[in-house]
């Protein structure tokens, strides 16, 4: 879309103004400024964060983000060590309510409810929203239960046996497993026990999942199959994951965050432009390897 | 550095040093004092022990009365005057007390536990923790008194045909006892649980309850087993509380009828020290039947103690 293009729109904006119109002129707004007043796709999106803050004490490690993550497709967050992408992960499910010095102050959206209200339960959040860890973390149960352990505590039904085969086939680990359901988790190789860890956080079909460095703790191989898995899922679900490794995030994502020292949300905008052409010559630093 | 300075700084010896040999000497006799103290008790208990029965008896050279085997292993009278070693009146005792403290200290030691690993903040710890410590540093013979000046006058009021002595109260008393052993075991054995596992468990969306029920028990189950088999090895040991709540007249008492224990009996430890107060003369039957119940005692706690450590090794997870 051209500038004249933009302009047009603008004015129409202006005249009438259409959020669906207004939202397709900021995310398709390519020559403007940081776009991380909106997302860089034209999907709908599913998380939105305003203004998130985030101290842990007194030392603040998230800044005003504000972000709107689009559905069906992988969002990855980078940065140096210490910039916050993980923590601001953990703000989309609330996992940093577990952490006694963390406070949050902000909006964060989810389909439009804001999940920092009063009235959210953090547990019934989670369950729409499955989380891998960076260390494979199974249960120390069998392949089977740990599947079917979301189903259980929430108390779904259907059939087990067919959530287990399909979960662990959209792992890219049923063929693996399948005839060893019965054996530990912890038997696995670490690349496996991550796989294990993606069905289960799909088996109870989440509307996103978030990744917190999935292949960091896992050998070249595991990692490209990791990888391959991630950009499957995201016909499905709306994957949101933090990576420390730049080819890794150019590889899988279809945008990327770029968070720098200081929790800062630098720039946000498609995979594409943040490594062909960011705005920000601190990103190009960051992403040539001048610093970081 | 010449040649020769090289050669006098290499080929030192330190490793041999008069000062390393000193040190490593005195450790190992440290080491090696209590390995020397626990064979020589067992010598002694099963050489003494050995002098009590008919069949073995001439074997260590002695004359004189001895006592069948069998009678002692299968008997159910214990009556020193009429010569009835019968030790399975002494040892239904203390399987009451072992079952009844068991009932007491398991639910309310895992709950504690739990409470403790998986909900307590920072200050109900730094509260309950000393409180828990001093429970298990309060002296035996002040429970026994405990449970007979208060837990069986308290148990009457509900339970009039109560005896004065009898296995309810002491086996309440050895039960609370134990709560801060099988407590604070299940706790560190909780406690080590991976963080990972609780943060995946909540990051499924699973409450508290299913976190700490669902995988941080099983998770610890080996060290929680563990807790509950080395409380009850105390329960069995327990000498003093029992001595004074249980009562001092053996009888055979069914340990799975709750009726038992409205009634007092005489558990092995207290049977010994029963003896011991007697005027028993050395040398003689009643003096050896002492040797006879601690060997059934160790051999009881031992059995518990490899019990313990299977389940250890067989339960344990690698995280």
Same mark, same amino acid.
């Given at each position: 879309?051209?500038?004249?293009?933009?302009?047009?729109?603008?004015?129409?904006?202006?005249?009438?103004?259409?959020?669906?119109?207004?939202?397709?002129?900021?995310?398709?707004?390519?020559?403007?400024?940081?776009?991380?007043?909106?997302?860089?796709?034209?999907?709908?999106? +599913?998380?939105?964060?305003?203004?998130?803050?985030? #101290?842990?004490?007194?030392?603040?490690?998230?800044?005003?983000?504000?972000?709107?993550?689009?559905?069906?497709?992988?969002?990855?967050?980078?940065?140096?060590?210490?910039?916050?992408?993980?923590?601001?992960?953990?703000?989309?499910?609330?996992?940093?309510?577990?952490?006694?010095?963390?406070?949050?102050?902000?909006?964060?959206?989810?389909?439009?409810?804001?999940?920092?209200?009063?009235?959210?339960?953090? +547990?019934?959040?989670?369950?729409?929203?499955?989380?891998?860890?960076?260390?494979?973390?199974?249960?120390?149960?069998?392949?089977?239960?740990?599947?079917?352990?979301?189903?259980?505590?929430?108390?779904?039904?259907?059939?087990?046996?067919?959530?287990?085969?399909?979960?662990?086939?959209?792992?890219?680990? #049923?063929?693996?497993?399948?005839?060893?359901?019965?054996?530990?988790?912890?038997?696995?190789?670490?690349?496996?026990?991550?796989?294990?860890?993606?069905?289960?956080?799909?088996?109870?079909?989440?509307?996103?999942?978030?990744?917190?460095?999935?292949?960091?703790?896992?050998?070249? +191989?595991?990692?490209?199959?990791?990888?391959?898995?991630?950009?499957?899922?995201?016909?499905?679900?709306?994957?949101?994951?933090?990576?420390?490794?730049?080819?890794?995030?150019?590889?899988i994502s279809d945008q990327t965050a770029v968070f720098l020292t200081g929790g800062e949300l630098v720039e946000f905008d498609d995979t594409q432009?943040?490594?062909?052409?960011?705005?920000?010559?601190?990103?190009?630093?960051?992403?040539?390897?001048?610093?970081? | 550095?010449?040649?020769?300075?090289?050669?006098?700084?290499?080929?030192?010896?330190?490793?041999?040093?008069?000062?390393?040999?000193?040190?490593?000497?005195?450790?190992?006799?440290?080491?090696?004092?209590?390995?020397?103290?626990?064979?020589?008790?067992?010598?002694?208990?099963?050489?003494? /022990?050995? %002098?009590?029965?008919?069949?073995?008896?001439?074997?260590?050279?002695?004359?004189?009365?001895?006592?069948?085997?069998?009678?002692?292993?299968?008997?159910?009278?214990?009556?020193?005057?009429?010569?009835?070693?019968?030790?399975?009146?002494?040892? *239904?005792?203390?399987?009451?007390?072992?079952?009844?403290?068991?009932?007491?200290? $398991?639910?309310?030691?895992?709950?504690?536990?739990?409470?403790? *690993?998986?909900?307590?903040?920072?200050?109900?710890?730094?509260?309950? %923790?000393?409180?828990?410590?001093?429970?298990?540093?309060?002296?035996?013979?002040?429970?026994?008194?405990?449970?007979?000046?208060?837990?069986?006058?308290?148990?009457?009021?509900?339970?009039?045909? !109560?005896?004065?002595?009898?296995?309810?109260? /002491? *086996?309440?008393?050895?039960?609370?006892? !134990? !709560?801060?052993?099988?407590?604070?075991?299940?706790?560190? /054995?909780?406690?080590?649980?991976?963080?990972?596992?609780?943060?995946?468990?909540?990051?499924?969306?699973?409450? %508290?309850?299913?976190? =700490?029920?669902? !995988?941080?028990?099983?998770? =610890?189950?080996?060290?929680?087993?563990? *807790?509950?088999?080395?409380?009850?090895?105390?329960? $069995?040991?327990?000498?003093?509380?029992?001595?004074?709540a249980a009562g001092s007249r053996a009888q055979f008492l069914n340990p799975v009828n709750p009726a038992s224990f409205l009634e007092g009996s005489?558990?092995?430890?207290?049977?010994?020290?029963?003896?011991?107060?007697?005027?028993?003369?050395?040398?003689?039957?009643?003096?050896?039947?002492?040797?006879? $119940?601690?060997?059934?005692?160790?051999?009881?706690?031992?059995?518990?103690?490899?019990?313990?450590?299977?389940?250890?090794?067989?339960?344990?997870?690698?995280?």
């Amino acid at each position: 879309m051209s500038q004249q293009n933009t302009n047009e729109s603008n004015a129409r904006a202006d005249s009438s103004p259409d959020p669906t119109d207004d939202e397709m002129l900021i995310q398709t707004d390519v020559s403007g400024s940081v776009s991380s007043s909106g997302g860089p796709s034209r999907r709908e999106t +599913v998380v939105s964060a305003e203004n998130i803050n985030v #101290w842990y004490g007194d030392d603040q490690a998230l800044q005003d983000i504000t972000m709107d993550i689009p559905e069906k497709s992988v969002t990855a967050m980078v940065g140096p060590s210490g910039c916050g992408k993980s923590t601001f992960l953990r703000c989309i499910n609330r996992m940093n309510d577990l952490i006694d010095s963390a406070r949050v102050e902000g909006d964060l959206y989810l389909r439009g409810k804001n999940v920092y209200d009063d009235d959210v339960d953090p +547990v019934a959040l989670r369950r729409r929203v499955g989380m891998v860890f960076q260390k494979p973390n199974p249960f120390p149960k069998s392949i089977y239960e740990n599947v079917t352990y979301g189903l259980k505590i929430q108390d779904k039904g259907g059939d087990y046996d067919e959530i287990v085969e399909e979960s662990l086939k959209r792992a890219a680990l #049923w063929d693996e497993v399948k005839d060893q359901l019965d054996e530990s988790g912890l038997d696995l190789s670490g690349g496996q026990q991550q796989r294990l860890c993606i069905a289960r956080a799909i088996a109870p079909d989440p509307e996103v999942l978030l990744m917190d460095e999935p292949a960091s703790a896992l050998d070249p +191989v595991a990692t490209s199959q990791i990888e391959d898995l991630i950009e499957e899922l995201a016909q499905d679900y709306t994957v949101v994951i933090v990576t420390h490794n730049m080819q890794q995030a150019a590889r899988i994502s279809d945008q990327t965050a770029v968070f720098l020292t200081g929790g800062e949300l630098v720039e946000f905008d498609d995979t594409q432009k943040i490594f062909e052409n960011p705005e920000s010559q601190r990103v190009e630093d960051y992403i040539t390897g001048k610093f970081g | 550095m010449s040649t020769d300075e090289l050669e006098t700084d290499l080929t030192r010896q330190t490793e041999n040093s008069p000062r390393e040999l000193l040190t490593r000497t005195f450790f190992f006799l440290c080491a090696a004092l209590s390995i020397v103290t626990t064979i020589s008790i067992v010598v002694l208990l099963v050489t003494e /022990a050995a %002098k009590f029965f008919t069949i073995t008896a001439p074997l260590m050279g002695v004359t004189g009365e001895t006592a069948s085997l069998v009678d002692f292993l299968t008997g159910t009278t214990w009556q020193i005057n009429s010569g009835e070693f019968g030790v399975l009146a002494l040892v *239904s005792a203390t399987l009451m007390i072992t079952i009844g403290s068991a009932v007491i200290a $398991i639910p309310l030691g895992v709950a504690t536990a739990i409470y403790l *690993s998986e909900y307590a903040s920072q200050r109900a710890r730094s509260v309950l %923790k000393p409180a828990l410590e001093i429970l298990a540093g309060v002296p035996t013979v002040v429970y026994g008194f405990f449970a007979l000046i208060y837990i069986t006058p308290a148990l009457a009021t509900v339970i009039p045909q !109560i005896g004065t002595f009898n296995m309810l109260s /002491a *086996s309440i008393v050895v039960g609370i006892m !134990i !709560i801060p052993m099988v407590a604070s075991i299940s706790e560190d /054995a909780m406690s080590a649980v991976p963080d990972d596992l609780r943060q995946a468990g909540y990051g499924m969306g699973a409450t %508290k309850f299913d976190v =700490a029920t669902g !995988i941080v028990v099983p998770a =610890a189950l080996s060290g929680i087993f563990s *807790s509950f088999i080395l409380a009850l090895s105390r329960a $069995i040991g327990e000498t003093m509380a029992v001595t004074i709540a249980a009562g001092s007249r053996a009888q055979f008492l069914n340990p799975v009828n709750p009726a038992s224990f409205l009634e007092g009996s005489l558990p092995m430890t207290a049977a010994m020290v029963q003896l011991l107060l007697g005027d028993i003369t050395g040398g003689g039957l009643a003096y050896r039947s002492l040797f006879a $119940i601690g060997l059934v005692l160790f051999v009881i706690t031992l059995v518990m103690n490899v019990i313990s450590d299977f389940v250890a090794q067989r339960y344990r997870e690698e995280y």
